[in-house]
T-cell receptor, first 115, second 112 residues
Framework: DTGVSQNPRHKITKRGQNVTFRCDPISEHNRLYWYRQTLGQGPEFLTYFQNEAQLEKSRLLSDRFSAERPKGSFSTLEIQRTEQGDSAMYLC?????????????FGQGTRLTVV | GDSVTQMEGPVTLSEEAFLTINCTYTATGYPSLFWYVQYPGEGLQLLLKATKADDKGSNKGFEATYRKETTSFHLEKGSVQVSDSAVYFCALKDNYGQNFVFGPGTRLSVLP
């Protein structure tokens, strides 16, 4: 296994367009997280899945954002009607559901630029 | 809610200097604590972790001790190298093991 994979690595879009990002977690990991990171800041939690169930969503996740994880495998994060404030690095992470001390493994992120 | 505070950077050191990056947290219960590192152009990688009070995490010469009485998890290294230049994030995993809360990160630059 090569770790968490995110595609695309970079995305430039015009304001108002829709974008979709994909995350492929480590194969046996049942938890999958999405975070957003802006320049000079730490990752901010957006949402997470346990298998195919979306268990928690941050208030940062407006109704323009939607995430899915069909069949508990890969996940997609869609942003509709993008705004310039959506420009950020979107990070995906996965982990095993084995307790509090289990670390998350991160992908390299998708950098979104809204022009 | 849970939160993590880190010393502001950037931190600039000469090679072989001693490093301390302060981290304090606010959480209900007893979270697990982590240090992640982000090298230029790469994703976040786990550096070390500690799961209960007085635990010491260590890796690659870095150490951090979980101090419940001071709610701290300071990162230390006795002799930094140029290759340690990166951004370091302190993080906690809450009492129910749901999601990770990160600090703002501290950028370290080590000069030869």
């Amino acid at each position: 296994d090569t770790g968490v994979s995110q595609n695309p690595r970079h995305k430039i879009t015009k304001r108002g367009q829709n974008v979709t990002f994909r995350c492929d977690p480590i194969s046996e990991h049942n938890r999958l997280y999405w975070y957003r990171q802006t320049l000079g800041q730490g990752p901010e939690f957006l949402t997470y899945f346990q298998n195919e169930a979306q268990l928690e969503k941050s208030r940062l996740l407006s109704d323009r954002f939607s995430a899915e994880r069909p069949k508990g495998s890969f996940s997609t994060l869609e942003i509709q009607r993008t705004e310039q404030g959506d420009s950020a690095m979107y990070l995906c992470a996965s982990s095993l559901l084995t307790g509090m001390n289990t670390e998350a493994f991160f992908g390299q992120g998708t950098r979104l630029t809204v022009v | 809610g849970d939160s993590v505070t880190q010393m502001e950077g950037p931190v600039t050191l000469s090679e072989e200097a001693f490093l301390t990056i302060n981290c304090t947290y606010t959480a209900t219960g007893y979270p697990s604590l982590f240090w992640y590192v982000q090298y230029p152009g790469e994703g976040l990688q786990l550096l070390l972790k500690a799961t209960k009070a007085d635990d010491k995490g260590s890796n690659k010469g870095f150490e951090a001790t979980y101090r419940k009485e001071t709610t701290s998890f300071h990162l230390e290294k006795g002799s930094v190298q140029v290759s340690d230049s990166a951004v370091y994030f302190c993080a906690l995993k809450d009492n129910y093991g749901q999601n990770f809360v990160f600090g703002p990160g501290t950028r370290l630059s080590v000069l030869p």
